[in-house]
């Protein structure tokens, strides 16, 4: 047999899938979504370029959407945007966005699993960058964005949002 829709008793018009298990037994069809990630952090407090965020107590971050803004003054220098996970006291894996950003302009930074390393800004100021490794972090771990250069770092404006999967203990 095959897999089949059927009308749901009573919702006349409704229909759900039900799969062929073989033998002429029948189940449901149910397709389980993963829940939507959560925001791990938002941060778009001025005047900055350096955003360190620590995993709270009791808590496991596994960060798969990272997105930065950064808005430059006009104070001369190429910035170069760097993501660093450390254990509070160590590093443990970093990486920067390939693109460096020059003064007066504002560029979005984006990493994710599955990204390409984008060698330029797109035509619309966009970079992108493969975040790597995918392990959770456990409480007291940190993950920090910044201007490698610091060329304006108590003036250059950056917004930052991690989105993942939170679980608290």
Known sequence: ???RDDVIPGAPGVKQRWVDLGAGIY???VAVLASPPDTLVSDATADDSDKTFTVPASTIWEPLFVVVTLVTTATVGNRKMRMEIGDGAALWWFKEWTPTQAASLT???FAALGLPDDAAFDANGRARMLLEPKFP???AWTVRLFDVNAIAAAAD???VKVL??????
């Open 27 to 29: 189940v449901p069809g």
């Open 107 to 109: 560029r979005n930074y």
């Open 137 to 139: 972090l456990p409480a």
């Open 157 to 159: 404006d950056m917004t």
């Open 1 to 3: 047999m095959a897999d």
């Open 164 to 169: 993942g999967d939170s679980r608290s203990g």
